[in-house]
């Protein structure tokens, strides 16, 4: 299980700031990127923006693997604006 927090346009489309999630311990970012959006479908149209923040290190959607322990946080970063 995993902690998932979500940031600004992520927690207003997930309806949520944190929840916990079971996930398998090896999953690459886009696959764990999947799970979130099945619990969460409106976090779709964000895709091609978000960037995840596991153990506080940056990951891009993708094929790396991560390997996650119990109780890893895994932060939803959208994109930010600002001047």
Not at 16 to 43: C, D, G, M, N
Request: hydrophobic share 45%; glycine share 6%.
């Amino acid at each position: 299980q995993v902690s998932v927090l979500y940031f600004a346009r992520s927690a207003e489309l997930a309806g949520l700031r944190s929840e916990t999630l079971s996930v398998p311990q090896q999953i690459t970012s886009l696959q764990l990127w999947e799970e979130i959006v099945k619990a969460h479908p409106r976090l779709a149209v964000i895709r091609d923006q978000v960037v995840f923040a596991v153990r506080q290190e940056y990951v891009l959607l993708g094929d790396q693997l991560l390997v996650l322990q119990p109780g890893d946080e895994v932060a939803i970063i959208p994109p930010i604006s600002g001047g």
